[in-house]
C-alpha cells in the first residue's frame, strides 16, 4: 500500500486525486487530499464578476462532492513538510505521512510589497472582485488605470484583457467618451506572449486604451492619487486597479523547499521537485517558466497523476511538454484562444465569437469533465 498525499485542492490538487483514483486500485494506494478550506472556487471567474458578468455563488462548490469517493479529503491547514522523514504537519496537530507528495499549494498574494497599495483594487479573489465590483458601479468619469504589482502573477492575461473588459463595462453604460483607461505594462510590450502581443496591442488600440510599457509599479501615493514606478515615471488616476504581487505558498517557505520568491524549483519535463525524487509539483506553486494559470495545472496534473501509477505498476513515465491553452475575451463577445508548449510559441488567431463561446464552454464543463480529469 503506497500512501498518496496531496496538498491544496485546487484544480491541479483535485485533478490529481480524481485520475488517480481511477487509474488505481484501492488495495495499491491510498489517496489523500488536505486542504485549510472545504470549497473549491473557480479563480477564472472572479473577473466576470469585478465586471458584473458573473454571481459569485455560481463559482464556488463543496470540494468533498468533487472528489472520487475513494479519495480521503482533511479539512485542515498543512504548515510543513518534513521531506526526509515524509511527514507533513498540520495546523491542527495531525502528522501525516507519505510515500509520494504532491505540492499543490498555489500562489498567495501580498499587496503589502507595494506601499500605499491600501487604494488600489484587485480582482484576484473573490471579496476582492466584489470590492472593485461595487466601486465601478459608482464609477461614471475619470481615469481608471490598471497596472501589475510584480512578477510573475496568475493568468498572464489577465490585467490586459481587464482594460478590455472595462471598455466593454462603460460602453454598455454609454460613459466611456468620459471614462479614460490607461494600461501599465511592466514588460517592453502590451501583453506578456511576444508572438501574441502585436495582436492585443491592435486591439486596445480600436478601443482607444492608452498603454504605457516599461511600468515596473514602485509605490502607490493614496494622497495625491498618484502610481509611481521603479522607471521614474509617475502617472496618476482616479480608480486604481492593480495586480498584487505574488509569492509561493507559505508552508513552501517555512519547510525550504521555495526560491527566495517562495517557488519551488520543479524539473518542467518529469513535474518532480528538484532533489526529490517522491515529490511533484503542480500549477501556481511551481518555478517552471510558463503561465501560471489553471490551464496550466489542468494539463500538468494529468501527467503526474498518470506518472504516480505509472511509477507504482513499475511501467513507462510520460513527460509534460508544457502544454498550455487559454483564452483572451475582449470584450462585446469576441475573444481569442492561445495555445502553446515549450518548443512552440503562440500563433496570433484574430478575434470571434466562436472563441468567445469556447472561453464560456470550458468555464460550464470545469466542475463535471475538467476537474475529473477528462477534459
Request: with cysteine; charged share 25%; glycine share 8%.
Amino acid at each position: 500500500m503506497k500512501n498518496v498525499l496531496i496538498l491544496g485542492g485546487g484544480v491541479g490538487g483535485t485533478i490529481v486525486a480524481n485520475i488517480l483514483a481511477r487509474k488505481t486500485s484501492a488495495e495499491n494506494i491510498k489517496i489523500t487530499l488536505v486542504d485549510a478550506k472545504d470549497k473549491h472556487v473557480y479563480q477564472p471567474g472572479f473577473i466576470y464578476v469585478a465586471f458584473g458578468n458573473e454571481k459569485p455563488e455560481s463559482l464556488i462548490k463543496d470540494e468533498r462532492k468533487l472528489l472520487n469517493k475513494r479519495v480521503e479529503f482533511i479539512v485542515d491547514e498543512a504548515t510543513k513538510v518534513d521531506a526526509e522523514k515524509k511527514h507533513v504537519f498540520t495546523k491542527s496537530g495531525k502528522v501525516l505521512d507519505y510515500d509520494y507528495l504532491v505540492m499543490a499549494t498555489g500562489a498567495r498574494l501580498n499587496a503589502a510589497e507595494v506601499p500605499g497599495y491600501e487604494d488600489a483594487f484587485h480582482f484576484y479573489d473573490l471579496e476582492s472582485a466584489l470590492k472593485l465590483r461595487d466601486a465601478l458601479k459608482n464609477f461614471n468619469q475619470g481615469k481608471i488605470v490598471i497596472g501589475i504589482g510584480g512578477l510573475p502573477y496568475k493568468c498572464p492575461p489577465a490585467p490586459s484583457e481587464s482594460a478590455c473588459q472595462l471598455d466593454y463595462v462603460f460602453r454598455q453604460r454609454g460613459l466611456r467618451d468620459k471614462v479614460d483607461i490607461h494600461y501599465l505594462s511592466p514588460l517592453p510590450r502590451v501583453f506578456p506572449i511576444e508572438s501574441v502581443s502585436p495582436l492585443i496591442q491592435k486591439v486596445m488600440e480600436s478601443k482607444g486604451i492608452a498603454v504605457t510599457e516599461m511600468f515596473n509599479i514602485e509605490t502607490i501615493d493614496p494622497k495625491t492619487k498618484t502610481v509611481s514606478s521603479l522607471e521614474g515615471e509617475s502617472i496618476q488616476y482616479d480608480l486604481l486597479i492593480v495586480v498584487p504581487p505574488h509569492r509561493g505558498a507559505k508552508i513552501v517557505e517555512d519547510s525550504g523547499l521555495g526560491d527566495r520568491g517562495g517557488w519551488i524549483p520543479t524539473d518542467k519535463h518529469t513535474l518532480k521537485v528538484k532533489g526529490h525524487g517522491n515529490m511533484y509539483a503542480v500549477g501556481d506553486c511551481t518555478d517552471i517558466p510558463t503561465s501560471k494559470a489553471g490551464a496550466t495545472a489542468h494539463y500538468e496534473a494529468k501527467i503526474i497523476a498518470e506518472n504516480i501509477a505509472a511509477e507504482i505498476k513499475g511501467e513507462r513515465l510520460k513527460e509534460y511538454d508544457g502544454k498550455v491553452r487559454c483564452f483572451f475575451d475582449a470584450g462585446f463577445k469576441r475573444a481569442t484562444t492561445i495555445s502553446f508548449n515549450f518548443d512552440h510559441p503562440p500563433k496570433p488567431i484574430p478575434l470571434s465569437r466562436h472563441w468567445y463561446w469556447g472561453k464560456m464552454l470550458v468555464g460550464k464543463l470545469y466542475w463535471r469533465v475538467v476537474l475529473k480529469g477528462y477534459g
